[in-house]
């Protein structure tokens, strides 16, 4: 899941939202994190420009502590330098590592590949109309 998924289901109650309360809090699919993934999501959820919203700041501290309680760790070694954007190969490579179904995100300007591996590249949207359990 990119930063971005967790950004929206956190302000909206759009695709996000529903994935995140539904499937994964609920467990109901599996994921998978990194220890450099979480690191990401705590330092982009931390920001200031988030302040001001109600509650985002109790609300990110549970879904990294349900998240990481509930994902499957692991942490590849294998660097992988495909997208123009370089923080965001961590996400490829963490899905390539664990032989993920996806990679949810809804950054298509940077995410500019359908497809690594196995692991299909898709927005929520796309997730939750075609794909969700």
């Not at 609300?59 to 660097?79: A, E, F, M, T, Y």
């Not at 963490?94 to 996806?102: E, R, T, W, Y």
């Amino acid at each position: 899941i990119d930063t971005n998924v967790l950004v929206s289901a956190l302000i909206s109650d759009g695709h996000p939202f529903k994935i995140i309360h539904n499937l994964v809090l609920s467990d109901r699919v599996k994921t998978y994190v990194s220890d450099e993934i979480l690191q990401e999501y705590t330092q982009v959820l931390s920001r200031d420009k988030f302040s001001g919203i109600p509650d985002f700041k109790k609300n990110v501290s549970i879904i990294i502590r349900v998240l990481s309680d509930l994902s499957i760790h692991q942490n590849p070694h294998r660097k992988i330098e495909l997208l123009q954007d370089a923080d965001d190969n961590k996400f490829l490579e963490l899905a390539v590592h664990c032989k993920a179904d996806f990679i949810l995100t809804g950054n298509t300007r940077d995410f500019t590949i359908s497809k690594i591996g196995q692991t299909k590249i898709v927005t929520p949207t796309t997730y939750w109309e075609n794909h969700h359990p």
